[in-house]
């Protein structure tokens, strides 16, 4: 079965850029579409956005939309979330995870995930 890796996390200043990578280990994406979701310790894991990388089309949540873009290379089997202007708020495990069915913001809604990556934003 496939596996999602992520990568790309790390400590970065306040108002600092990062760009995750998830990449398809094992084999292709069986879906088209693909979320990026973040956690922080003894909170869910909360929806940013989602992307059809056949299509292009892309779905933010409201807070991701304007700071945080997503992009995705078919050819590489990668996803990526390019992340800007980044705030303290955003120090979370940022996880990718394959699209199943259902409504994007729920995370029973998708059936892989990968590890998770850490994003540190210091003050």
């Known amino acids: 079965q496939v596996q999602l890796v992520e990568s790309g996390g790390g400590l970065v200043k306040t108002g600092g850029s990062l760009r995750l990578s998830c990449a398809a280990s094992g084999g292709t994406f069986t879906s088209n579409t693909l979320g990026w979701f973040r956690q922080t310790p003894g909170m869910e894991r909360d929806f940013l956005t989602v992307i059809n990388y056949v299509s292009g089309t892309t779905y933010y949540n409201a807070s991701a939309k304007g700071r945080f873009f997503v992009s995705a290379d078919e050819a590489k089997n990668t996803v990526y979330l390019q992340m800007n202007s980044l705030k303290p708020e955003d120090t979370a495990v940022y996880y990718c995870?394959?699209?199943?069915?259902?409504?994007?913001?729920?995370?029973?809604?998708?059936?892989?995930w990968g590890q998770g990556t850490q994003v540190t934003v210091s003050s």
């Open positions: 995870a394959q699209y199943n069915r259902g409504n994007y913001f729920y995370t029973s809604s998708y059936n892989i």
